[in-house]
Nanobody, 117 residues
């Protein structure tokens, strides 16, 4: 079964950086990754950054200026560069995408990011 797979998470000190990647396993163009979400302990899942239908980027207020979303169309891979990380960025980060050709939404399994000294 084709699914989105996140990688690049881990433990980092406050002020540090991490780069997350998201790609579809199997048939790589069967799911188009579109955005990143996160769920912190005790909170609901929230948008971190994403691409709009017109290809523009949008960010949550808490991440704008520190995080950068990008993608490789050739590799059908989505990235999230996270700089100046804070303890409140600690969460499970999920990649979200759209299945081709149905348009159904698909989620990755999530990856832990922990910001702690």
């Amino acid at each position: 079964q084709v699914q989105l797979v996140e990688s690049g998470g881990g433990l980092v000190q406050p002020g540090g950086s991490l780069r997350l990647s998201c790609a579809a396993s199997g048939s790589i163009f069967s799911i188009i990754p579109l955005g990143w979400y996160r769920r912190a302990p005790g909170k609901e899942r929230e948008l971190v950054a994403g691409f709009t239908k017109r290809g523009r980027t949008n960010y949550a207020d808490a991440t704008e200026g520190r995080f950068t979303i990008s993608r490789s169309n050739a590799k059908n891979t989505l990235y999230l560069q996270m700089d100046h990380l804070k303890p409140e960025d600690t969460a499970v980060y999920y990649c979200n995408g759209k299945k081709i050709p149905t348009g159904d939404m698909s989620w990755g399994q999530g990856i832990q990011v922990t910001v702690s000294s």
